[in-house]
């Protein structure tokens, strides 16, 4: 007998036998009714469970991944209001279950069946993939995570402190709300879930409000490997600035007086907390999961002897809320329910084709109140003495940090994060005075940890924010890239486009610092960017462009929920001349704040009757350069900014290109590079000539040899007169 079936029968046996496990159920607040409640919840819960393991053989369902031992969770749907916001872990579906049952909502058996089935009747994913979520009951859909829900919990706890005083348009929480975030025993031992731990205790000793409810569903185990014994409450019951509760989460009584103790703390003092269940792990991991291949056949039947279902029907019976005989036709009852629902599933339709898959790739767009901005006596007094500098030219980081200047006064919902952009200004001045002007609570200064910032933006624009995190350098996003491919990116498209976490996320980024910081701090590979679904990417490289670019992206974000990068590239920050010292040939002048750059537009340079040059960022520059040695030498060259790295502008690209020879300039590496992706296109698009000049697959060295793998404006010359001959 598998022990899905041994389960299911010792469960029978051991209520119809009185044979409960050991101990006293010590009711507390919980009613007689609310018990019956909550524990129809765990039994649908576990119903479903069965049920999806059938539904996999008959070839109806893709999803096996099961909640058999944590339906102690529904304490937590009984504890928390619906207007909780709540990520779950993937072994929560008796909190979302009792959830629903708290708001009154019906129906959540077939929505959960329909998951089961991939079936585009699903209300939450439309059959993309099971997921618990519900916009209603304020559950973002979680994919199988492994702990990268944390971050964007601390964002949305900080949220709800944050719009207390400055409410977005679009804000969705309640102002007296706390954010909770459930995960499992082994993933509290990744990254994400120890700097997201780290982050709410740091934020809470500096005495700033962050409701927050961390809870641990303790099982022992992450698919095979043992967590030690004591080891989850040796690490946290005594983190600073964030309180411990613990419970036996197989006793639901137990579960619920500990759940309330917890969340009430947690709205009470405006201060994060950390809720440790234990838990079982029934069945193992997920259906193919022999789990007596890596576990012994004691410790198997230990775990299944504390049966959850067990422990709530000996509670159940103590308080004579149901009989024994009432338990068992509850259990029956509803399994005979979910086995007959689960037959309508066979019969709904399934996304076939991939426009049907990537119809919610992208998130709709919303209906956003006109704003006609702030006066001009407003504007001078925030701008102080820049407005004696305004009308002249200005490098690029100058023009940046007055184009983040105009959309904070204008979109008062738009705030700042990360290392040092505060009061130091940044690590280029780029954010300079925007923390004195505008304050802490919208210029933030996060701690040293990627994740978290990219986390609290995540979380932040859950509650109607427009964050702008920044990352100070290139190469310090792959520490936390996970937050935007597996969290930011795939939240419309696991939701049908029913949740969003628009952002414009600033990268000071790409090489040509001469004699300073290597491959960490002139990082010059975009390709971990390009290939995420939805991204927008753009680059500017001359100052009024990246003023106007960033309005667009900030309006992207904004009316269109886009997730948005913006590359800086740094060594064009501070640059003044182009082809001479002296000459101001690279400052410009600073755009009026109504100006914008169009998404899927280039920027042209030059007729070019010979050759076009394409080019995006330093590449740009260099080019500007080249363009002027090759008509020097009687060779007219169109310079061609490509502005918008994804998605490519490629209608716009190819009526500037015409029937002209095509130079590709890229300085990402040669593996990965935009240079890729722009041959493919121009291969398909039938341009008769091109080439490429790129960076060498080679990491940037520090000192004289910074440019020695990168594309030169000698080289660019090079290049196109071999092309051309």
């Not at 838990?279 to 259906?287: D, E, F, I, Q, S």
């Not at 299944?304 to 029907?313: C, K």
Request: net charge negative.
């Amino acid at each position: 007998m598998d022990r899905v079936s041994i389960v299911h029968e010792n469960f029978l046996r051991r209520v119809a036998a009185g044979d409960f496990p050991a101990g006293k159920t010590d009711a507390g607040g919980l009613e007689a009714g609310a018990a019956l409640e909550l524990f129809r919840a765990q039994v649908l819960s576990r119903a479903l469970d069965l049920q999806s393991r059938v539904m996999q053989k008959a070839g109806q369902g893709f999803y096996t991944i099961g909640s058999s031992g944590h339906e102690g969770m529904a304490a937590l749907g009984h504890a928390l209001r619906v207007d909780d916001i709540a990520f779950l872990h993937y072994r929560d579906a008796a909190f979302q279950i009792a959830r629903a049952a708290k708001a009154g909502q019906a129906g959540m058996m077939r929505d959960m069946l329909l998951s089961f089935a991939c079936s585009v009747e699903d209300p939450i994913s439309g059959g993309r993939h099971k997921v618990l979520g519900s916009r209603p009951l304020m559950i973002p859909p979680q994919t199988s995570t492994i702990a990268s829900h944390l971050p964007k919990a601390l964002g949305a706890a900080h949220s709800i402190t944050l719009a207390r005083r400055n409410r977005p348009e679009h804000a969705i929480l309640a102002q007296d709300g706390i954010a909770m975030c459930s995960f499992g025993d082994a993933s509290l031992n990744h990254s994400t879930a120890q700097g997201a731990i780290n982050a709410a205790g740091w934020t809470a000793v500096q005495g700033i409000p962050l409701p927050l409810l961390f809870v641990c569903e303790d099982n022992g185990i992450g698919i095979s490997t043992k967590t030690p014994t004591g080891w989850v409450k040796a690490t946290m019951s005594a983190r600073p600035g964030i309180r411990y509760f613990e419970a036996d989460g197989l006793d639901m009584f137990a579960a619920v007086k500990a759940a309330e103790e917890a969340a009430e703390w947690v709205r009470r003092h405006r201060k994060p907390a950390f809720l440790h269940l234990r838990t079982v792990r029934l069945y193992g991991h997920a259906g193919p999961d022999v789990v007596t291949s890596y576990l012994s056949r004691a410790e198997v039947e230990a775990d299944e002897a504390h049966d959850p279902l067990l422990y709530s029907a000996r509670g159940l019976v103590a308080l004579g809320a149901a009989d024994a005989e009432q338990v068992l036709e509850i259990y029956q009852q509803t399994l005979a329910d979910v086995a007959q629902a689960a037959k309508e599933m066979a019969e709904t339709p399934r996304l076939k084709s991939a426009t049907e898959v990537m119809a919610s790739l992208i998130p709709p767009k919303r209906q956003i109140a006109p704003s006609n901005g702030p006066g001009a006596e407003r504007r001078a007094e925030v701008f102080g003495s820049d407005m004696a500098q305004i009308d002249q030219p200005q490098p690029m980081s100058r023009l940046i940090n007055w184009a983040l200047h105009d959309l904070m006064l204008e979109h008062p919902e738009t705030l700042l994060m990360g290392e040092d952009v505060g009061r130091k200004g940044g690590n280029y001045g780029v954010t300079q005075k925007l923390h004195a002007r505008f304050g802490p609570a919208r210029v933030i200064d996060t701690l040293l940890d990627e994740q978290s910032i990219l986390g609290l933006a995540i979380g932040l624009a859950h509650n109607g924010f427009i964050p702008m995190p920044e990352i100070q350098f290139l190469a310090y996003l792959h520490n936390a890239e996970d937050q935007l491919r597996g969290e930011a990116a795939t939240l419309p498209f696991f939701s049908n486009g029913q949740w969003s976490n628009p952002m414009v996320l600033r990268i000071s980024a790409l090489g040509y610092q001469k004699g300073f910081g290597g491959h960490f701090h002139n990082d010059n590979s975009l390709a971990v960017l390009r290939d995420i679904p939805g991204l927008i990417i753009a680059c500017p490289s001359t100052g009024d462009e990246a003023a106007c670019m960033l309005r667009e992206c900030h309006r992207l974000a904004r009316e269109e929920q886009r997730v948005v990068i913006f590359v800086e590239p740094i060594a064009l920050y501070p640059m003044r001349d182009l082809l001479e010292p002296g000459d101001g040939g690279w400052m410009r002048d600073y755009p009026a704040p109504d100006l914008r750059i169009d998404l899927d537009s280039v920027g042209v340079h030059g007729d070019g009757a010979d050759l076009a040059i394409v080019t995006y960022g330093n590449g740009h520059y260099l080019s500007r350069q080249a363009q002027h040695d090759l008509a020097e030498q009687g060779v007219d060259a169109r310079v061609i900014d490509l502005r918008w790295l994804a998605p490519l502008p490629e209608a716009a690209l190819l009526e500037a290109i015409g029937d002209r020879p095509v130079l590709i300039v890229d300085e990402c590496r040669r593996t990965g590079g935009q240079a890729e992706a722009l041959m493919a296109m121009m291969a398909e698009a039938d341009v008769t000539k091109f080439a490429r000049l790129t960076a060498e697959d080679s990491f940037v060295a520090t000192g004289p040899a910074y440019g020695a793998t990168l594309p030169s404006r000698e080289g660019i010359v090079a290049a196109a007169r071999s092309l051309l001959a």
